[in-house]
């Protein structure tokens, strides 16, 4: 490996001290990562400093790179763009970059086309550039999420969809005419101008200029209806509804009337997963995202410095204001003046400390967190990961033999009250939600979570044992990761009558022992059984007295952490339902003149006791079948 950088150490004296763009290729000639530099001897220098070497990716490039060569420009300026470009050319190893690196998919209106249409680009041409003049909006993450926003889109504005040539005068429509989908260019049943009016409605609408939109559309629906076009009022008396359909659903997520990005990512070794939210006039209109990878090792902000600048390269549009939840790397000046020279005007970075802008923050984040989650789960259920990831839990947990059925167990309660267990059944890796099961807790009084869990768990294999498990009725599990065929009418006995190849329980030692408890009380140690205690995510099994760190990185640990936190889930979803339907029986059931047909009626107008007891007692009143008096009786005791 040494003999692979000392060439390169011997040019770094011959390197020089301007700005530019330098590549380190390995023993291939393979570019395997690019950078910038103000100072090209310095910055290519400090890769192979000994007190650099901590880091874990200057150490990769260091020991891998086997030559370095270097583009000499202007400015930092120009550096900064010519890193970008050859970052997405040649999609170095060690460089972030979006994953599945290609041409993002754009919605294309050429305004200068008589009868244009709204379809997909795979690119953006320059203003002029083959007398190209279209407007792009994008780009999106997939064609999938094109063709979804197209056919959106064609359900309001009835542009063309089809190819062909345009001159009024064919004998027939297609079926988009008569569906209202298209206005019939091709029989010259509209102008050119009418036409064009739908474009420029569809433009604005994809600007976010909604209410505009609404405007436009109201104007015509009136001077329709003024002029006796009855037909092409009640047009835009639909269209008018299909508008105000889609602005109900879009959230107010800015009392200002902002124009913003919202970007948020979650990162995990070598990959990230970003999350882009678009603000339009207050109102969130929609949002894309990605995969990065080359993130092993980097920070969150030169993530985020790195995802602008290839997002916004290829973007139609960049707003004034970006609100992010990481602040760029301090040194990301150049990063700025390039957004705003590509804008054509200032560009505003926020990162929001509190308010409604910080709220929003995490909730893009919440998504970009769901994101990484099903990138991870998508790469476990790869038929061959997954055989990958049972034989690893199994080599960690000394099983038996793969685990293909796991049954996982968890306690939910407040305060010892409304105690609940669950049972989640995962067969291949994958959940198998018909055969979840939910228990009450019957026997034990209290807050104790091993007497609850032995309950549990003794009336699971007592099913188990009470049933024949033998002969045909019993299910072969192959490990292919195919999704297995719906629940038969004796599938819910089935799964009481498997035996688990891995009985996982939600906590540490102490729920371990309590589940050893019962599977010696009932003759069955042949069952292998583990605990995944959440705060360390230590693994503990029978006989092993210090528990297990399975590495974070694993495939393993991620697929038993997702059985355990999907347990968690289906218990304290079965525990609030019954925690609500007490807090509901204790508040109205006590209340003197109420039967079930009058709080019946209650919750149906108010929908919860918190809406009663934020009622006044005339609004309370208004309920059929009470009076004032009952009202009032109704507020004071609740």
């Known amino acids: 490996m040494k003999a692979l950088v000392n060439p ?7 390197l020089p001290r301007q700005p530019g763009v330098y590549t380190f290729t390995d023993a291939n000639d393979n570019i395997i990562y690019v950078g910038k530099a103000k100072n090209l001897r310095s910055r290519v220098r400090s890769y ?3 007190s650099n070497q901590s880091d874990f990716k200057v150490h990769l490039i260091s020991t891998k790179a086997a030559n370095v060569d270097y583009i000499l420009t202007d400015s930092e300026q120009e550096a900064f763009l010519l890193e970008n470009t050859l970052i997405k050319k040649n999609k170095p190893r060690y460089n972030v970059r979006l994953k599945d690196d290609k041409t993002y998919p754009y919605i294309k209106i050429n305004v200068d086309e008589p009868w244009a249409k709204v379809e997909i680009s795979r690119s953006i041409k320059s203003e002029g550039d083959f007398g190209d003049n279209a407007r792009y909006f994008g780009p ?7 063709r979804k926003n197209l056919d959106l889109l064609n359900k309001i504005f009835p542009f063309r969809s089809c190819t062909r040539v345009i001159t009024g005068k064919d004998p027939q429509p297609c079926l988009d005419f008569h569906i209202k989908r298209c206005l019939g260019p091709c029989i010259g049943a509209v102008t050119e101008n009418e036409y ?7 433009v604005l609408f994809l600007e976010g200029n909604h209410e505009n939109v609404l ?25 008018l509804k299909s508008i105000e359909h889609v602005m109900e659903e879009q959230k107010v997520v800015s009392t200002e009337l902002d124009n913003e990005d919202v970007i948020a990512l979650s990162h995990e070794k070598d990959e990230a997963w970003v999350e882009v939210f678009f603000v339009r006039n207050g109102k969130l209109v929609g949002r894309n995202n990605f995969a990065l990878e080359g993130t092993e090792s980097e920070t969150t902000s030169s993530i985020m410095s790195s995802f602008i600048k290839q997002y916004y390269d290829v973007s139609a549009y960049i707003p004034p204001r970006l609100i992010l939840q990481y602040p760029l790397p301090k040194s990301d000046g150049l990063l700025l003046n390039w957004l705003e020279n590509k804008r054509g005007g200032k560009v505003r970075i926020n990162v929001p400390k509190q308010g409604e802008k910080k709220r929003l923050v995490q909730l893009v984040h919440k998504n970009a967190l769901e994101g990484i989650r099903r990138l991870k789960s998508r790469k476990l259920h790869n038929k061959h990961s997954v055989v990958d990831t049972l034989e690893e839990v199994k080599e960690h947990l000394a099983l038996p033999k793969i685990p293909l059925h796991i049954e996982c167990y968890d306690i939910s309660n407040t305060q010892g009250t409304n105690s609940v267990g669950s049972m989640v059944v995962f067969e291949n890796g994958i959940p198998r939600k018909t055969k979840y099961r939910r228990f009450k807790i019957k026997t034990v009084q209290g807050a104790n979570d091993f007497a609850s869990m032995e309950e549990v768990l003794r009336r699971r294999f007592q099913r188990f044992q009470s049933l024949d498990t033998n002969g045909s009725t019993e299910e072969h599990l192959e490990p292919t990761g195919v999704k297995q065929q719906g629940p038969s009418p004796n599938d819910k006995t089935k799964s009481w009558m498997k035996e688990p190849d891995l009985v996982l329980i939600d906590g540490g030692k102490g729920q371990l022992n309590a589940a050893l408890r019962v599977l010696r009380e009932m003759n069955l140690t042949e069952i292998p059984v583990a605990s995944i205690a959440k705060r360390e995510e230590e693994i ?5 007295s210090e528990g297990i760190k399975i590495p974070k990185t694993s495939q393993a640990l991620f697929l038993l952490q997702r059985i355990r936190d999907e347990s968690h889930r289906f218990a304290i979803t079965y525990h609030r339902q019954l925690r609500s339907k007490q807090n509901t029986k204790s508040a109205l059931d006590t209340i003197t003149g109420i039967g079930p047909k009058r709080k019946k009626a209650l919750l149906r107008y108010f929908g919860s006791v918190d809406g009663i007891r934020q009622a006044s007692n005339e609004d309370i009143a208004m309920v059929d079948g009470l009076s004032i008096k009952l009202a009032k009786q109704i507020k004071e005791q609740l």
């Open 540 to 544: 503990f099994i029978p006989d092993n």
């Open 140 to 146: 999106f993450s997939s064609a999938g999420s094109v």
């Open 215 to 239: 405007d436009k559309v109201q104007t015509n629906m009136t001077e329709a209806s003024n002029d006796l076009r009855f037909e092409q009022a009640a047009f835009y008396r639909d269209q």
């Open 196 to 202: 064009r009016s739908v474009l420029d409605q569809v």
């Open 48 to 50: 192979f400093s000994t």
């Open 8 to 14: 390169i150490k011997e040019q770094l004296g011959e």
